[in-house]
């Protein structure tokens, strides 16, 4: 395993004594601060088809936080984002806790979540490619007939979709669906920054050998309705990323993200619902490995 990564002890669920825990999703375990910071420590927990597993993926949450921040800082000059200068020295938590959370928390901004995930396809896959093979359409956009899975579209596309409760599934909607949980001309700037930032993003992992497939974005409102990116950003759990060198249309191509989970969860008779299955070891550690080799190769 990566030397990164190899005595990394999981952690499935932060536990902070002193801080106010305001929720936990798929990963992320969010705390209080005070009326303007939020806390975020990003688990190991791994989900997939929107049910969280039982096993988490060790150092997992430390990649995605590496990852987040290093696009978060490459990418500011576009949007801006939800992170903040402050140390979590500053904030009260013990040493111990400490010790557990530095390289997997983050001290952010307090705002006000879109509901609604912004989804940016560059390629046929995943959801996108049942919906086109059952309707020729995704999120309302029709396509040219007989494309194939995994093929490059003329022009990335704005997809969004519902933003689910932890073990509900996310559905495609249109942009006129996102026209009237949003108005139209906050739709309008959602879709042109999603959009810029995947054209700068995927330009970059290409310089790298990789395909930047998909990509899913969050983001939130501050009192005075300025807009923010937040969560996460060009991880393995919210893009697609391809070895260029492996890429072939019409098949789903070998990924550096949890597609790999998703893979062998395909192979097994389970219905998509809780409780999710056991995974067996060796997928949990080249899953682990999935991760960190996604941090390597785009951030060096």
């Known amino acids: 395993m990566n030397e990164l990564n190899k005595d990394i002890e999981p952690l499935f669920e932060s536990d902070l004594k002193n801080l106010e825990l305001l929720g936990r999703g798929k990963v992320r375990d969010i705390y209080n601060i005070d009326d303007n910071h939020l806390l975020i420590v990003t688990s190991d927990r791994i989900s ?46 013990s040493a111990s806790e400490l010790e557990i959370i530095k390289d997997r928390a983050i001290i952010v901004k307090k705002l006000r979540p879109l509901p609604i995930e912004s989804v940016v396809r560059g390629y046929l896959i995943g959801s996108g490619w049942k919906d086109y093979c059952d309707t020729n359409k995704v999120s309302g956009i029709t396509l040219p007939k007989n494309l194939k899975m ?7 596309i704005f997809t969004p979709s519902t933003k689910a409760e932890v073990g509900a599934h996310d559905e495609n909607i249109s942009s006129q669906d996102v026209f009237e949980l949003i108005g139209k001309e906050l739709t309008e700037k959602v879709k ?16 790298k050998d990789i395909i930047l497939a998909d990509t899913k974005f969050e983001f ?26 492996s890429y072939k249309l019409g098949s789903s191509p070998k ?7 998703r893979d062998y969860l395909e192979t097994l008779s389970w219905n998509k619902e809780p409780p999710g299955p056991k995974i067996p070891e060796d997928i949990v550690k080249k899953t682990s490995e999935k991760y960190f080799e996604a941090l390597n190769k785009l951030t060096g």
């Open 255 to 261: 990924s550096f993200d949890k597609q790999y989970i």
């Open 150 to 156: 995994a093929q490059k579209l003329d022009e990335p």
């Open 48 to 93: 997939a088809f929107d049910v969280i597993l039982n096993n988490p993926i060790p150092g997992k949450g430390i990649a995605l936080t590496s990852i987040s921040n290093f696009w978060f800082d490459k990418l500011s000059e576009i949007v801006p984002n939800h992170l903040t200068n402050r140390n979590l020295n500053e904030i009260n938590i």
């Open 220 to 245: 939130g409102l501050d009192n005075d309705d300025n807009l923010f990116l937040i969560d996460e950003l060009f991880t393995p759990d919210s893009s697609r990323f391809w070895p260029v060198s």
């Open 192 to 207: 042109e920054i999603s959009l810029n930032l995947y054209s700068s993003a995927s330009k970059y992992a290409l310089e």
